[in-house]
């Protein structure tokens, strides 16, 4: 019914669609080597801590060199444990008579696993690295990925030196290893934004709405169907005007988060020209996204993450423009130092309610 167990999603159906979706795979390793990965990753790491001067509390995960499907693979295992409660409060509550309830759930199950498929293989094919934390009560150890065939992929799209890439994004990547591993409180802090969030959306699952959404999406249209799941529909039938504010503030702290590696990314790399030249043509390459491409990324809220960088970027460049990298190192002294949504359009308000000193 569902593929892969109980629940409501059928998530063999996203792993297939998924696979689909991501192939095309110039060469799995994008001719690096985990070696290569690795020693980036370690000379990424030197200047994130000589410039931060943030201390890891615990170890970084050294970095992995995957495929597109691995990746996959990985983020389908933690995507389907975020949802676990969404799909058993569905499964509980859809208790319709035969043979309508069995065709109800197989509809839900082919949308969500539709959804999850096309979002997961789209994704895998731009991603160049992850810092992945685990934001389940029982995460497994966080992880350093590089996708290098993507990286090797933008580079020559981009003109620039494979190698030179890889260390500018490593770098990315290794702030975010070194937020989580130096912050000790922010990873409980963002998986508890997102766990209040999925188990509030699952208290009041539309069971209506979900039973109107399964009836189209069961139709002989296989069209309309991924239409109707890259609309985000069936995620709309799972939350409610009550979790805006709680998406508020997961947005804003993701924004800080991604925003911060921003800036740390380029500060880190200012004094050597051929990475910092890197900055404009990752920005023309962001911007130039249009048509189907751009579509696909905005229904599945990839516009939001943009949105995040740039964001989180703008208030990270100037905190530390007036007042200095320490001055905004205090974003991470506790979950009431990180910036409200005013605060991240209005860096100053930020650093009056911090009494920071200006630099």
Known sequence: MSGDGPGIVDWALGRRIAGAVARGEDGASGGLSA??????????????????????????????????????????????????PLEHR??????????????????LGAAGGVEAGVALGYASRRVLGQYQVGLTAEPGAPRTLILGSNLASTARELRVDRHRFLFWV??????????????????????????????????????????????????RDPRR????????????????PEQEAMLDRLQAT???IEGYAEHVMDAAAAADDDLAA??????????????????????????????????????????????????????????SSLPSEVELESPERWLARIGATLA
Do not use: C
Not at 38 to 55: F, I, N, P, S, W
Not at 225 to 240: D, F, N, Q, Y
Not at 298 to 317: N, P
């Open 170 to 219: 490593a770098i990315h990547e290794q702030t975010h290893a070194l937020q989580f591993a130096g912050v000790p409180w922010l990873r409980d802090h963002v998986a508890g934004l997102v766990t209040d969030l999925v188990e509030t959306a699952s208290g009041r699952v539309d069971v209506a709405a979900l039973a109107s959404l399964a009836r189209r999406l069961v139709s």
């Open 90 to 107: 569905a499964a509980a509550e859809i208790s319709l008579p035969r043979p309508f309830g069995r065709i109800v759930r197989r509809g």
């Open 254 to 256: 993701m924004a800080v």
């Open 35 to 84: 070696a290569e990965v690795r020693d980036a990753a370690e000379r990424g790491l030197d200047r994130v801590l000589a410039y931060t001067k943030l201390e890891p509390a615990g170890p970084v995960p050294t970095a992995e060199l995957v495929t597109r499907g691995e990746w996959i693979e990985s983020n389908l295992g933690e995507l389907r444990a975020l949802a676990a």
């Open 278 to 335: 890197m900055r404009g043509r990752m920005d023309a390459r962001r911007a130039r996204r249009n048509g189907l491409g751009d579509m696909i990324a905005r229904a599945l809220g990839m516009g939001m993450k943009l949105r995040q960088y740039e964001l989180g970027k703008a208030w990270s460049d100037a905190v530390a423009a007036e007042a200095g990298v320490g001055v905004l190192n205090r974003v991470w002294d506790a979950p």
């Open 225 to 240: 169907a991924l239409r109707e799941a890259m609309r985000g529909e069936l995620a709309r039938a799972l939350a409610g």
